[in-house]
């Protein structure tokens, strides 16, 4: 297999399952080695070692600043930060998340993760990668939400919107001070995971209720973690050198078109 992040050492955040597992996985298996980080040390530890030699799971709360200072000291030679955690609010906080009724606190929480996660990881990810020899590359995922508004789920929504501006102020910023450091953002929508589990109903409605939302997506499935991770390996890679500032949505075709098009009288 063609080793397209040899001599790489990448962080991914929130890397105990989903799509920060999947990313690890496939860096992994294209020559990188990887710190996998998060706040659910048993599992991120698990699944680091079944990954063998080139993983390695560390603590990181994206929420910490003087974590991911630590963090940077400790692996200076880190060229490639993927900030995945992420939440959507729904399981991890009280709520109300409308625009009207919204429990502050429940908003503070999920912007405090997704956005000043991110911000911060940026922040210090900057500071270490610009003193590298080497290209660098800062993966923010944001999502579909990030991009069109949520009703039910405002703070996720505002939070990712956040991501989505701030890669292009970092990107724009490294470019500026000709670090050799590019960012960009992706966005996903309906990928199975577990973050599905708080939308989705339990039982055996649950396969009924995803039959019916791949009716809405174009390419009429829901796409898997492996979908985002070749993205994250493409944006890694040498091969997305003069990509920055950009956005990649992964989607299904979701965010091609609207909830109502025009309709075809012949068809
Ligand atoms: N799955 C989707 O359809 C989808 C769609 C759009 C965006 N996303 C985004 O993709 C990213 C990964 O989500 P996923 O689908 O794999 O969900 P997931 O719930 O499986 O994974 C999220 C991970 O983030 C970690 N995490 C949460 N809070 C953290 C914190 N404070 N510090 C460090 N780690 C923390 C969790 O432990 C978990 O491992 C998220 O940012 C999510 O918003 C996913």
Redesign the pocket.
């Given at each position: 297999m063609m080793q397209r992040l040899s001599d790489t050492l990448a962080l991914i955040?929130?890397?105990?399952?989903?799509?920060?597992l999947a990313t690890a996985q496939t860096f992994i298996k294209h020559g990188a080695q990887v710190i996998l980080?998060?706040?659910?040390h048993d599992l991120g530890q698990t699944e680091a070692a079944k990954l063998g030699k080139n993983a390695l799971y560390i603590p990181?709360?994206?929420?910490d600043a003087e974590a991911w200072k630590h963090v940077f000291e400790k692996y200076p030679t880190i060229s490639v930060l993927v900030n995945?955690?992420?939440?959507?609010g729904l399981t991890e906080t009280t709520g109300p998340h409308d625009p009207e009724n919204l429990d502050i606190d429940s908003y503070h929480a999920v912007l405090n993760?997704?956005l000043h996660?991110t911000v911060l990881g940026c922040k210090f990810a900057i500071a270490a990668m610009k003193k590298l020899t080497k290209p660098a590359s800062i993966i923010n995922?944001?999502?579909?939400?990030g991009i069109v508004g949520v009703q039910g789920a405002a703070a996720?929504a505002v939070s990712?919107a956040g991501v989505r501006n701030h890669t292009k102020s970092v990107a724009l910023h490294c470019a500026d001070q000709s670090y050799q450091i590019r960012c960009n953002s992706i966005?996903?929508?309906?990928?199975?995971?577990?973050?599905?589990d708080a939308m989705l109903p339990a039982g055996p409605e649950r396969d009924n209720a995803i039959t019916s939302m791949c009716q809405s997506i174009p390419l009429k499935e829901m796409?898997q973690?492996e979908d985002?991770a070749n993205a994250c390996l493409f944006l890694a890679s040498h091969e997305s050198r003069y990509i920055t500032g950009a956005e990649i949505n992964i989607d299904g075709g979701i965010l091609a078109g609207s909830s109502a098009p025009p309709t075809n009288p012949k068809s």
């Open positions: 955040t929130g890397a105990e399952q989903g799509i920060g980080s998060g706040i659910n990181l709360d994206v929420r995945n955690a992420g939440i959507t993760t997704n996660g995922i944001s999502s579909r939400s996720y990712k966005h996903p929508a309906a990928v199975m995971t577990p973050i599905w796409g973690p985002v």
